[in-house]
């Protein structure tokens, strides 16, 4: 069963307007993380934020915010005022359990989303 | 502080060769976790070492395989190389401390099996 959804294969924004990424998750354990990374063209992996399954409030960093919805499975990505630089390719992936778990050091993604950004 | 680094950048192999990839993770990081990328199965995950122990492992044929040393760099081979190992590997440490699991990668080893 497929764990982490992105329904978005593709998608534009203007220049400087604000930008949703979907994504939902599946998983029966109550410990998690969330983790959205970026992949320009040239392949390398960027760490943008994380939501753990504890906290309360929504992450932010910077003009990047999650909008984690415990209940829908939902970890949406909102970009803010958007840059040509943000085009790229966008993953969401999971991490089940906390440091030292079973599941320790592997993380599910999904199938991640283009994003445009158009001057 | 340096990032990950991951050596060779690009490969190229035949079938039945055999290949390694090496990475070397952020300095105090002890996890290393290996990643495989094709856009067919996107990125899928091979296995993961802390403390020189394969912790976790993947779905993938016991022709991949790896270790990590003493000083957390960690190196992942596959044997046999099939036209299907064409991909681009990625390689992610961590601090693996509660509250420090993110996973930073490195740029990569893009293998081209022909």
């Known amino acids: 069963a497929q764990k982490i959804t992105q329904t978005q294969p593709g998608m534009f924004v203007q220049e400087k307007e604000a930008v949703t990424l979907d994504c939902t998750y599946d998983?029966?354990?109550?410990?998690?993380?969330l983790f959205w990374y970026k992949q320009p063209s040239s392949g390398e992996m960027i760490f943008l934020i994380y939501?753990?399954?504890?906290?309360?409030q929504n992450a932010t960093e910077g003009r990047y915010s999650l909008n984690f919805q415990k209940a829908r499975k939902s970890a949406n990505l909102v970009i803010s005022a958007s840059q040509l630089g943000d085009s790229a390719m966008y993953f969401c992936?999971?991490?089940?359990?906390?440091?030292?778990?079973?599941?320790?050091?592997?993380?599910?993604f999904g199938q991640g989303t283009t994003l445009q950004v158009k001057p | 502080k340096a990032g990950v680094t991951q050596t060779p950048r690009y490969l190229i192999k035949t079938r039945g060769q055999q290949v390694t990839l090496s990475c070397s993770p952020i300095?105090?990081?002890?996890?290393v976790s290996w990643y495989q990328q094709t856009p067919g199965q996107g990125l899928q995950f091979l296995f993961e070492?802390?403390?020189?122990?394969?912790?976790n492992k993947g779905n993938f044929p016991g022709r991949f395989s790896g270790r990590q040393f003493s000083n957390s760099r960690s190196e992942m081979n596959v044997s046999t190389l099939e036209l299907g190992d064409s991909a681009l590997y990625l390689c992610?440490?961590?601090?693996?401390?509660?509250?420090?699991?993110?996973?930073?990668f490195g740029p990569g080893t893009r293998l081209l099996v022909l």
């Open positions: 992610a440490s961590s601090l693996e401390l509660a509250g420090q699991e993110t996973q930073y």
């Open positions: 939501q753990g399954s504890y906290d309360e």
């Open positions: 998983t029966s354990d109550q410990s998690y993380g």
């Open positions: 300095s105090g990081h002890r996890s």
């Open positions: 070492y802390f403390s020189e122990t394969q912790r």
């Open positions: 992936a999971m991490r089940e359990g906390l440091a030292g778990s079973s599941n320790t050091g592997k993380l599910i």
